[in-house]
């Protein structure tokens, strides 16, 4: 189980993009944070750079005393197997079972060549079905990852994840292919798996009220800066309006001006006629 801190950090993409000016915040054991933002305002970039996959341009990530930024790709990859990673897309092995993948996510540990043939150890195999019985996944366990639903196949992923026993869990946007039912289903087991696991844990979502019926902690990005961090009770309208209608005034004022002009021009035709 870990701290994160994120100081100051920064990502210009080669391209000259900046997707992130400079982010701070820590995050602890048994917090559970929804990272929001508009769409491009760099939410994926962050939690790749948390990851080790996205070099960042400035600032740093700790995790605990590891700088993750300043890491070489051997320790990298080693790190990766201490944080788990929870994409939008399942990313399971299609003609594995459910547990064949869930076990495989821990190959990392299992330094036995036998490993890649199945062969896993009592121990490995019980965390594996603990994992799995988490989210009520155990029943389909020999089931194949294809013949699987959205839902359950997002479970299975988050059951690979939590056999890692990680020390941070990233999720960009775990529930975006789920319909709203079971997002909330799904959002929720996560959340208190989470909590129960007491990892840190940062998930990427779009779905706001939904975040701010799971999480404690809310920190929202726009213009590449942190502009909102706190409870979901504090995220009121002049907070909505930083994340996610920064240019509102702008834009209501560029349409009074033209509308002033319209008038203008009204008021001009009118006097000339
Ligand atoms: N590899 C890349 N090269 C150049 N620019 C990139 C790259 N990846 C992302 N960007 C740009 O960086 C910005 C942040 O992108 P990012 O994907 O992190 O946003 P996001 O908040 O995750 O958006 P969404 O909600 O749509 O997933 C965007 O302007 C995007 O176009
Ligand atoms: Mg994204």
Do not use: C
């Amino acid at each position: 189980m870990g701290v994160l801190s994120v100081q100051n950090v920064g990502v210009v993409y080669p391209n000259g993009t900046q997707a992130l000016k400079s982010i701070s915040f820590e995050a602890r054991p048994g917090e559970l944070i929804a990272i929001i933002g508009r769409s491009g305002a760099g939410k994926s970039t962050l939690l790749r750079a948390i990851n080790g996959m996205q070099p960042v341009t400035t600032g740093k990530i700790m995790l605990d005393d590891i700088e993750i930024t300043a890491l070489n790709k051997r320790d990298l990859a080693k790190l990766s197997k201490e944080i788990g990673f929870i994409w939008q897309e399942y990313n399971l092995v299609n003609r594995l079972s459910a547990n064949m993948n869930v076990l495989t996510g821990r190959l990392g540990y299992n330094k036995n060549i036998f490993g890649y043939f199945g062969y896993f150890s009592k121990e490995q195999r019980e965390i594996a079905s603990r994992s799995l019985e988490r989210v009520n996944m155990l029943h389909r366990a020999k089931f194949r990852a294809d013949r699987l639903s959205g839902g359950e196949k997002q479970r299975v992923n988050i059951a690979r994840a939590i056999s890692q026993q990680p020390r941070l869990l990233l999720a960009d946007e775990p529930v975006a292919s789920l319909d709203p039912e079971l997002s909330w289903t799904v959002l929720g087991d996560f959340a208190r798996i989470a909590r129960e696991e007491g990892v840190p844990t940062l998930i990427n979502i779009h779905e706001v009220e939904l975040a701010k019926a799971f999480t404690d902690r809310m920190i929202g990005i726009a213009k590449g800066v942190v502009v909102f961090d706190g409870s979901p009770t504090q995220l009121d309208e002049d907070a909505m309006d930083r994340i996610y209608r920064f240019d509102k005034d702008q834009t209501v004022s560029a349409s009074l001006e033209a509308q002033h002009s319209a008038v203008g021009q009204t008021q001009f035709i009118a006097e000339g006629a």
